[in-house]
Protein backbone atom coordinates (compact mmCIF):
# COMPACT_ATOMS: atom_id res chain seq x y z
CA UNK A 1 0.00 0.00 0.00
CA UNK A 2 1.18 3.11 -0.96
CA UNK A 3 1.07 5.88 1.98
CA UNK A 4 2.88 8.40 3.45
CA UNK A 5 3.81 9.73 6.97
CA UNK A 6 2.62 13.77 7.04
CA UNK A 7 4.07 15.90 9.64
CA UNK A 8 4.20 19.90 10.43
CA UNK A 9 1.62 21.95 10.18
CA UNK A 10 0.28 24.42 12.72
CA UNK A 11 -1.34 28.11 13.41
CA UNK A 12 0.82 31.31 12.25
CA UNK A 13 0.35 34.54 11.77
CA UNK A 14 -0.39 36.60 8.02
CA UNK A 15 2.93 36.60 6.67
CA UNK A 16 4.44 33.39 8.66
CA UNK A 17 6.26 30.42 7.32
CA UNK A 18 5.70 26.53 8.05
CA UNK A 19 6.72 23.97 6.60
CA UNK A 20 5.46 20.61 5.89
CA UNK A 21 7.04 16.94 5.51
CA UNK A 22 5.74 13.89 3.50
CA UNK A 23 7.67 10.89 4.54
CA UNK A 24 7.44 7.67 2.13
CA UNK A 25 6.61 4.93 3.48
CA UNK A 26 7.69 1.45 1.91
CA UNK A 27 8.80 2.71 -1.40
CA UNK A 28 11.21 5.81 -2.55
CA UNK A 29 9.79 9.00 -2.38
CA UNK A 30 11.52 9.56 -5.82
CA UNK A 31 9.63 7.16 -7.77
CA UNK A 32 7.20 8.66 -8.46
CA UNK A 33 5.55 12.30 -8.94
CA UNK A 34 4.14 13.43 -5.42
CA UNK A 35 1.63 16.09 -4.86
CA UNK A 36 0.29 18.43 -2.09
CA UNK A 37 -3.27 18.59 -2.06
CA UNK A 38 -5.32 21.17 0.35
CA UNK A 39 -8.74 21.16 1.52
CA UNK A 40 -10.35 24.41 3.32
CA UNK A 41 -13.81 23.82 5.03
CA UNK A 42 -16.72 23.76 2.71
CA UNK A 43 -14.65 23.62 -0.63
CA UNK A 44 -13.36 20.83 -2.82
CA UNK A 45 -9.44 19.41 -2.04
CA UNK A 46 -6.79 21.28 -4.61
CA UNK A 47 -3.95 20.46 -6.00
CA UNK A 48 -1.38 23.09 -4.45
CA UNK A 49 2.10 22.25 -5.36
CA UNK A 50 3.98 18.61 -7.30
CA UNK A 51 7.25 17.28 -8.12
CA UNK A 52 7.73 15.17 -10.82
CA UNK A 53 9.67 11.83 -10.36
CA UNK A 54 13.18 12.94 -11.29
CA UNK A 55 12.43 16.24 -10.24
CA UNK A 56 12.16 17.18 -13.94
CA UNK A 57 9.55 19.46 -13.15
CA UNK A 58 7.58 21.16 -10.45
CA UNK A 59 3.85 22.50 -10.33
CA UNK A 60 2.00 25.28 -8.21
CA UNK A 61 -1.38 26.26 -7.99
CA UNK A 62 -1.40 30.20 -8.83
CA UNK A 63 -2.79 31.46 -5.88
CA UNK A 64 0.65 30.00 -4.32
CA UNK A 65 3.35 30.80 -6.79
CA UNK A 66 6.08 33.07 -5.29
CA UNK A 67 4.65 31.85 -2.33
CA UNK A 68 5.27 28.05 -1.52
CA UNK A 69 8.45 25.94 -2.67
CA UNK A 70 8.18 21.58 -2.96
CA UNK A 71 11.22 20.18 -2.76
CA UNK A 72 12.87 16.42 -2.09
CA UNK A 73 15.21 14.71 -0.41
CA UNK A 74 16.25 11.41 -1.32
CA UNK A 75 18.16 10.43 1.40
CA UNK A 76 15.40 11.26 3.79
CA UNK A 77 12.70 9.78 1.47
CA UNK A 78 10.60 12.91 1.78
CA UNK A 79 9.04 15.20 0.38
CA UNK A 80 8.79 18.75 1.95
CA UNK A 81 6.50 22.17 1.10
CA UNK A 82 7.75 25.11 2.14
CA UNK A 83 4.95 27.61 2.89
CA UNK A 84 5.64 31.79 3.15
CA UNK A 85 3.90 34.69 3.18
CA UNK A 86 0.98 32.65 4.07
CA UNK A 87 -2.08 34.10 4.04
CA UNK A 88 -5.59 33.38 5.72
CA UNK A 89 -6.83 31.59 2.73
CA UNK A 90 -4.13 29.13 2.72
CA UNK A 91 -5.83 27.70 5.82
CA UNK A 92 -7.03 23.83 5.30
CA UNK A 93 -5.77 20.31 5.59
CA UNK A 94 -3.04 20.07 4.05
CA UNK A 95 -2.19 16.40 2.30
CA UNK A 96 0.27 14.66 0.64
CA UNK A 97 -0.38 12.17 -2.36
CA UNK A 98 0.52 10.42 -5.64
CA UNK A 99 -0.61 8.60 -8.59
CA UNK A 100 2.42 6.38 -9.24
CA UNK A 101 2.66 8.42 -12.08
CA UNK A 102 6.07 10.39 -13.33
CA UNK A 103 4.44 13.81 -14.26
CA UNK A 104 2.62 16.99 -12.38
CA UNK A 105 0.15 18.16 -11.56
CA UNK A 106 -1.91 15.49 -10.28
CA UNK A 107 -5.61 15.80 -10.58
CA UNK A 108 -7.27 14.53 -7.24
CA UNK A 109 -9.63 11.59 -9.06
CA UNK A 110 -6.07 9.70 -10.14
CA UNK A 111 -4.85 9.32 -6.58
CA UNK A 112 -4.10 6.00 -5.57
CA UNK A 113 -2.10 6.60 -2.09
CA UNK A 114 -3.98 6.24 1.19
CA UNK A 115 -4.95 9.81 2.42
CA UNK A 116 -3.40 10.46 5.47
CA UNK A 117 -5.10 12.13 8.52
CA UNK A 118 -3.70 15.24 7.25
CA UNK A 119 -2.12 18.38 8.70
CA UNK A 120 -4.16 21.12 9.67
CA UNK A 121 -2.73 24.93 8.73
CA UNK A 122 -4.22 27.78 10.17
CA UNK A 123 -3.38 31.24 9.47
CA UNK A 124 -4.62 33.71 11.62
CA UNK A 125 -4.02 37.37 13.36
Known amino acids: QVRFVESGGGSVQPGGSLRLSCEAS????????ISWFRQAPGKEREGVSCISRGEASTYYENSVKGRFTISRDSAKNTVYLQMNALKPEDTAVYYC??????????????????WGQGMQVTVSS
Open 97 to 114: ATDQGSTCPIPVFRIVSS
Open 26 to 33: GFPSDAYA
